[in-house]
Nanobody, 121 residues
Framework: QVQLVESGGGLVQAGGSLRLSCVASVNVFRINVMGWYRQAPGKQRELVAVITSGGSTNYADSVKARFTISRDNAKNTVFLQMNSLKPEDTAVYYC???????????????WGQGTQVTVSS
């Protein structure tokens, strides 16, 4: 079982910055990919950014050059630095981890509880 604890959401004015953090508590699970997704009211959950254990990253076009994802493998922590925030970035942001159960070899994914980000105009 993997537990994810997110922090760093809040209310910010357009043009401002926020930094999200997500700590994964793992036991017999090897994390491969860590990422952030978001869901705005009335919309489907969408990918924001992901990062592999080797440091390769992928971003949604809408956040490129504004958001930066990073991770601390030793602490099983992923960060999302969000700059130049826009009202359309308002959403619940969810942490996601994908990896392998060391016991049975199954590939699994886990979600955090979500943290609200609200950008005012």
């Amino acid at each position: 079982q993997v537990q994810l604890v997110e922090s760093g959401g809040g209310l910010v004015q357009a043009g401002g910055s926020l930094r999200l953090s997500c700590v994964a508590s793992v036991n017999v699970f090897r994390i491969n990919v860590m990422g952030w997704y978001r869901q705005a009211p009335g919309k489907q959950r969408e990918l924001v950014a992901v990062i592999t254990s080797g440091g390769s990253t992928n971003y949604a076009d809408s956040v490129k050059a504004r958001f930066t994802i990073s991770r601390d493998n030793a602490k099983n922590t992923v960060f999302l630095q969000m700059n130049s925030l826009k009202p359309e970035d308002t959403a619940v942001y969810y942490c996601n981890v994908e990896g392998v159960d060391r016991i049975n070899g199954y590939i699994r994914a886990y979600w955090g509880q979500g943290t609200q980000v609200t950008v005012s105009s």
